[in-house]
T-cell receptor, first 114, second 114 residues
């Protein structure tokens, strides 16, 4: 079945460092791909998404490109801040019972040190 | 903007006790979902609903029941709690089951079964 694999955390970086969180997927059909972020004590919120191959989603300085040839959707940011400390989830939409449901990666905890 | 509201935020149950988690959304969304979040496992879908009066099983439905009597509310019940149900529970809603639809999440309920 469809699945999402994320790099294990925690990932610890210093402020202003470059960030990459890897995400690869297995899917039939043509899923949309998402990154959600969960700040401490909060629910998940959408960070960015891409709906077809070669699309680039971007928000708050984060970017991810939908790579169909490598089945990847890696999250990147050029210069992280302490406020980016959170858990990041990669997800894809998968067909289920004539609808679409989100399939989730395990999450990657990001810790940014000042 | 309230969005998706979950009650309670925290609860401790004894094995065998029952409880109901309430989720309310004010965005007039058709679709609502209950997930559980466990360390290293991402989010797993328990049950979902595609409209008022409908419910369907997700990936891990055993031990849970749900009801959607009103469009804005989605209730998750545990009839006889077990320690394996210790988890963080998230409710989410979305406007539809399309491939690129965003989900909106509540802040979560941390449940401990002792």
């Amino acid at each position: 079945g469809d699945s999402v694999t994320q790099m294990e955390g925690p990932v610890t970086l210093s402020e202003e460092a470059f960030l990459t969180i890897n995400c690869t997927y297995t899917a039939t059909g043509y899923p949309s791909l998402f990154w959600y972020v969960q700040y401490p004590g909060e629910g998940l919120q959408l960070l960015l998404k891409a709906t077809k191959a070669d699309d680039k989603g971007s928000n708050k300085g984060f970017e991810a490109t939908y790579r169909k040839e490598t089945t990847s959707f890696h999250l990147e940011k050029g210069s992280v801040q302490v406020s980016d400390s959170a858990v990041y989830f990669c997800a894809l939409s998968a067909a289920m019972d004539s609808n679409y449901q989100l399939i989730w990666g395990a999450g990657t905890k990001l810790i940014i040190k000042p | 903007n309230a969005g998706v509201t979950q009650t309670p935020k925290f609860r401790v149950l004894k094995t065998g006790q029952s409880m109901t988690l309430l989720c309310a959304q004010d965005m007039n969304h058709e679709y609502m979902y209950w997930y559980r979040q466990d360390p290293g496992m991402g989010l797993r879908l328990i049950h979902y609903s595609v409209g008022e009066g409908t419910t369907a099983k997700g990936e891990v439905p055993d031990g849970y029941n749900v009801s959607r009597l009103k469009k804005q509310n989605f209730l998750l019940g545990l009839e006889s709690a077990a320690p394996s149900q210790t988890s963080v529970y998230f409710c989410a809603s979305s406007s539809g089951g399309k491939v690129n639809t965003e989900a909106f999440f509540g802040q979560g309920t941390r449940l401990t079964v002792v």
